[in-house]
């Protein structure tokens, strides 16, 4: 008995809770705005029609009280003056006008009024105008003329403009969601189409070299790739901005994409270690990754990048971690891909291949030849960067620079060691990695992060050269002349990518550990995130989830809106166009004088229309405020490049603040990277800064004025 | 020589100009941005629209004057005690007249007289730029050429993110200045608090001074025979059971000690609390209905309307709602009076809006707080 009364407890919390979870997501929302909108109309109608019915149609009698006026002024005075009378006359004309413009604007009067009177609370009316009081935008072309009407608009607009906020915020988010995604389906379909054949051309061409003939190939692809640099930098500037944006949509995150924002987060560049190692600790959950794996991959190009700058440099924090991320992702995923992979780069990227070729051999070679030495080969892992066999840096396959190729052997010799060890090894690995790692002096962090701006730039370039990639292994499906691993790769291959969080159980792991090869981990995440990012495209996710839509397409939207609402109103209620572009712009900004209002000037299907007129209105702010979102970043993003380059903004990064949020902090970090000249500035202040304060709020919303202005 | 000096000036200048620029995304040149863009709009609307109405009012003025003497003509030549025929003339023309005027309201006449009175005075235009990058958006007065409502557009689209930029700003000084207020008024209860421990701490110790005094003077007094009961006495009294010697003063050290004590407490206290110093939501509320309330007297007591009427008014405005359906300045004839309402009017609605923002500001973490909170318990 009393279990039973506590299951039904249970169970009505329950449903309880899940009911305010469906009235706080989007459908709920909109559903209770609906609903508070007709509640409001059924209110007011009830509160002001029964008023309405009074007064409605004195116009009427006004003219007639204006006549009789006279009459009676004319008829009292027993000497009859000219100028007495017209004066008297002209009294009750005024007040006769005061009147009539009353009525006019207020209550809805005109010509046809005399005919036949016509009441402005019908339901149709009274939706409009509750609709018009939540939204702010009040036309007062309808307005509560009772007591109880005004007390009630009062407390109607203290519950309705919160809600009616949030309800906009939420709209806005999916419809920018869905915007992007047409956007980046439709419009960019075409731009995707040409620069995918021109890759396709590119790898081919590039197929023709064998990878042995290492020198001038390589001395090719860097003069190629260099270029490339120049082209891609702006995009990479683009992706950055895109992720940054996912970033700060953390705080809708219980709306179901926190999976963007949580790579994204992951993949601005200067996090702090902890945080990206709970996250990576996170990553290996299958149903996430799918969704997006595209900005990781760009995560692990610049790790490539960066590994190779820091062996350079002697010093690798940041790094390290990222590597470590890496290199757990690459766990999971099957080693035959990574090798796969790196015949792909080796045919495609001379100056890839040269470093990846010989060290594959050898890392087959040590497979073959040394069993077990895993743990020395770690132990010089702990030993630091380019000293002994296990140097920590394994991930130097694909970079560009010099002197790297007998580090690179060294590391083959020392992953193939590893590759016996059990994974458990590998990850320990890792660990010891991370730790060493973050251990290290930042008195080397500047120049590092100096190379790691400059790497970043790069970062695209790789992804251009992994899809080129992908493309030749497309074509070029696995005839590979390391037969030794082919069987592996095979092997691997057959394991799908949504499998892989059940192989990243420890049996799993051990299993594929021996093929783990440590210097093509982070190659095979690139290459299996290619793969999956392949499919992805193919599916509907890939792309919108991660672009972002540039801010003249929004104005554009913005824009066609309007004018599709002009000619939609001046088609109904026979305004000229003007007339209509400048009812919605009036509308849709929640000035609203009211001079002008669908539904007054026809009499008969007036209400159809104000319903429409509402919908527009409702729909309209939703636009706008999702075209609100989308250029925010990018405006604020600019403002303050504008404010750089004026020099207005060089204070900027001293700022102390008092409210804290991610958002601004990656604002903050795009525009430096976006900003190379800057960057050497700004970096040491970079880390400090964690917050952005009002007063650069107003720098930058100022500065979007001025840009405006210009 | 020359050209490093040319080079100089040319710096000079331009760092004149960033430092206008800077000076201009301050607090006070924000607020200056946005009065001299509202004056600027006042001035540019009152020049477009001006001609505009004046031709309106003069429309409707010669109508009515055709009106007038319709009503005269037929007052003089028609027998006046011809009633029927009288009052059908008339009303023809009074029918008339409402026609045109129907047309003129359409144009944006609003009953206001040619010459004595009008929309698009100086004040009046700035009240309409006003509400046009406030977005509250009155709608009794609005720009009816297609150059004026162009214009308005293009004021609307710059002039409504200035506005945002000015609230956010403003409304961030205040928000500060508010919270050091409230620091400081918790601060000052707190002292308050303070004194009086203070106080009641130094009665204590006089109290004590004079006990130990006494007991000395009994002491001396009593050396021969009882002054070691006496002692005991006392110091059974005080809970003391020490060397009689220093005992006394250990009593006054004690006590001051706890006093002491005490007083750090207290300002330990005062100070957690300084440090989470948060303004509570009630008295943002209690701001802002305070401000609303404030204007719907004064409005009250002007424009002679109702007090709910002004509160209506107070609030449609603030809400940037703006119905337009009461406004201040249209009951009164004279035309001075009313520039003055428009003002202030004006006046109060930037100050208020500027408040709104202020506790928007204030509110907002408060009310985020709770929202997490409320989430938090749903979940578990």
Redo the contacts between chains.
């Keep these: 008995m009393r279990d039973e009364v506590r299951s039904c407890c249970l169970r009505t919390t329950n449903g309880i809770r899940r009911f305010t979870a469906f009235v706080i997501s989007h459908v709920g929302l909109c559903f209770l705005v609906a609903i508070y909108a007709v509640l409001g109309a059924l209110m007011f109608q009830a509160i002001e029609y029964p008023n309405e019915l009074t007064f409605q149609g004195h116009i009427k009698n006004d003219t007639w009280v204006v006549v009789d006026g006279l009459y009676a002024f004319i008829r009292e005075n027993v000497v009859i003056e000219e100028a007495e009378v017209k004066r008297r006359a002209h009294e009750l004309l005024k007040d006769f006008e005061q009147e009539l413009v009353k009525a006019v604007n207020f209550e809805g009067f005109d010509e046809n009024d005399d005919v036949r009177t016509k009441y402005q609370w019908t339901f149709s009316g009274a939706l409009l105008y509750s609709i018009t009081v939540f939204t702010t935008i009040g036309y007062g072309h309808i307005c509560p003329k009772t007591v109880l009407g005004r007390l009630m608009t009062i407390f109607y607009a203290m519950v309705g403009i919160p809600l009616m906020l949030l309800c906009l915020a939420n709209i806005a988010e999916s419809l920018a969601s869905v915007f992007t995604y047409l956007y980046f389906k439709v419009c960019c379909a075409y731009c995707r189409w040409q620069k995918n054949r021109r890759r396709i051309r590119r790898a081919a061409l590039s197929f023709r070299y064998h990878p042995n003939a290492a020198m001038n190939i390589r001395r090719a692809q860097s003069s190629r790739s260099a270029q490339r640099n120049n082209t891609v930098r702006r995009n990479a500037s683009m992706n950055r901005m895109r992720n940054s944006r996912f970033a700060d949509t953390k705080s809708v995150r219980s709306f179901g994409r926190y999976e963007n924002s949580r790579f994204d987060r992951m993949d601005t560049m200067s996090l702090p270690g902890k945080r990206k190692v709970s996250q990576i600790s996170r990553s290996p959950n299958g149903t996430m990754r799918t969704y997006s794996r595209r900005p990781h991959l760009q995560k692990s190009n610049t790790t490539l990048n960066m590994d190779h700058m820091e062996t350079m440099l002697g010093d690798e924090r940041k790094e390290s971690r990222r590597r470590g991320f890496s290199q757990r992702y690459t766990v999971s995923q099957s080693p035959a891909r990574e090798y796969k992979y790196a015949r792909g780069t080796l045919h495609d990227d001379g100056l890839i291949d040269v470093r990846t070729y010989p060290s594959f051999h050898e890392v087959v070679h040590a497979h073959e030849t040394r069993p077990s030495r895993g743990r020395g080969g770690r132990r010089g892992d702990q030993h630091g960067n380019g000293h002994g066999p296990g140097a920590g840096v394994p991930n130097v396959v694909i970079s560009r620079p010099r002197q790297r190729f007998d580090e690179k052997e060294r590391k083959a010799s020392s992953d193939a060691e590893k590759e016996d060890t059990s994974a458990q090894l590998s990850f320990s690995d890792e660990d010891d990695n991370f730790e060493r790692k973050g251990r290290l002096t930042p008195s080397k962090m500047d120049k590092l992060e100096r190379e790691r701006e400059r790497e970043r730039m790069e970062k695209l370039d790789k992804f251009d050269k992994l899809e080129r990639a992908l493309e030749l292994r497309d074509m070029q499906p696995s005839t590979s002349a390391h037969q030794g691993l082919a069987s592996a790769a095979e092997r691997g291959d057959r394991l799908p990518p949504r499998k892989q969080p059940s192989l990243d159980s420890s049996i799993s792991r051990r299993l594929r550990g021996e093929l783990d090869i440590r210097s093509y981990r982070s190659a095979g995440s690139e290459r299996s995130d290619e793969l999956s990012l392949h499919s992805l495209k193919r599916g509907n996710y890939g792309r919108p989830s991660s672009e972002k839509m540039p801010v003249t397409v929004g104005i554009f939207i913005v824009f066609a809106f309007i004018t599709g609402g002009a000619i939609l109103f001046s088609v109904w209620e026979n305004w000229n166009i003007f007339d209509g572009a400048y009812y919605c712009f009036i509308t849709l900004s929640t000035i609203g004088f009211g001079d002008i209002v669908p539904g007054q000037a026809l009499d008969e299907g007036s209400q159809e229309k104000l319903v429409v007129c509402a919908l527009y209105l409702l729909f309209g702010m939703a636009l706008i405020a999702m075209c609100f979102k989308l250029m925010q970043d990018d405006v604020v993003q600019k403002a303050r490049w504008l404010g750089r380059k004026i020099g207005i903004l060089v204070r900027e990064e001293e700022d102390s603040s008092s409210e804290s949020d991610l958002d601004d902090d990656i604002v903050l970090e795009e525009d430096e990277e976006d900003d190379p000249l800057s960057e050497e500035k700004t970096d040491p202040d970079k880390r400090t800064t964690s917050s952005g304060s009002s007063k650069r709020d107003e720098e930058r919303y100022g500065q979007s004025r001025s840009r405006r202005l210009r | 020589m020359s050209r490093r000096h040319r080079r100089s000036k040319v710096t000079r200048v331009?760092n004149l100009v960033?430092r206008i620029?800077?000076f201009?995304?301050s607090h006070v040149g924000?607020c200056a941005l946005v009065v001299g863009y509202a004056l600027l709009g006042a001035v540019v609307f009152r020049a477009v629209e001006g001609p505009h109405e004046m031709r309106i009012q003069s429309q409707?003025t010669s109508a009515?004057q055709r009106?007038?003497?319709v009503?005269?003509n037929a007052?003089?030549r028609v027998n006046?005690l011809d009633?029927d025929q009288?009052?059908k003339m008339?009303?023809a023309q009074?029918?008339k007249?409402?026609?045109e005027?129907?047309v003129a309201?359409?144009r944006?006449?609003?009953?206001k007289?040619l010459g004595v009175s009008a929309q698009w005075t100086f004040t009046g235009a700035f009240l309409y730029s006003l509400?046009?990058i406030t977005?509250?958006?009155?709608?009794?007065t609005?720009a009816?050429t297609?150059f004026g409502?162009?214009l308005?557009?293009l004021y609307?689209?710059?002039g409504?993110?200035?506005m945002?930029?000015f609230l956010?700003?403003i409304g961030?000084v205040m928000a500060k200045i508010f919270r050091f207020l409230y620091a400081q008024s918790i601060r000052l209860k707190f002292r308050i608090i303070l004194w009086h421990k203070k106080r009641k701490a130094a009665k204590i110790r006089r109290a004590n001074s004079l006990v130990s005094r006494l007991t000395r003077g009994r002491i001396k007094a009593d050396s021969s025979q009882d002054s070691l009961a006496y002692k005991t006495n006392i110091f059974k009294l005080l809970d003391m059971y020490a060397v009689p010697s220093g005992g006394v003063n250990d009593v006054e050290d004690l006590l001051t000690a706890r006093v002491h004590l005490e007083q750090l407490e207290v300002r330990e206290n005062v100070q957690a609390q300084l440090d989470s110093i948060r303004v509570p939501l009630t008295l943002v509320v209690f701001t802002m209905l305070a401000y609303l309330l404030a204007g719907a007297i004064i409005f009250s007591i002007w424009e002679k309307w109702?007090f709910?009427?002004s509160?209506?008014f107070c609030?449609?405005s603030l809400?940037?709602?703006?119905?337009?359906?009461k406004f201040p300045g249209n009951a009164v004839g004279n035309d001075k009076d009313a520039q003055l309402k428009l003002v202030i009017t004006s006046i109060y609605l930037l100050f208020g809006m500027a408040l709104l923002a202020m506790c928007f500001n204030l509110a907002q973490?408060e009310v985020q707080n709770k929202t997490r909170w409320i989430?938090r318990q749903?979940k578990s």
């Design positions: 331009v960033k620029i800077a201009f995304f924000l409707v009515r009106a007038v003497d009503a005269w007052t003089f006046k009633t009288w009052k008339v009303h009074v029918k007249f409402q026609k005027c129907m309201i359409r944006g006449y609003d009953g007289e509400t046009v977005t509250i958006g009155y709608g009794n609005s009816k297609y409502k162009t308005t557009i609307a689209i710059v409504i993110p200035l945002l930029l956010t700003n961030d109702t709910l009427d509160f209506y609030y449609i809400t940037t709602i703006g119905f337009g359906d973490e989430a749903f």
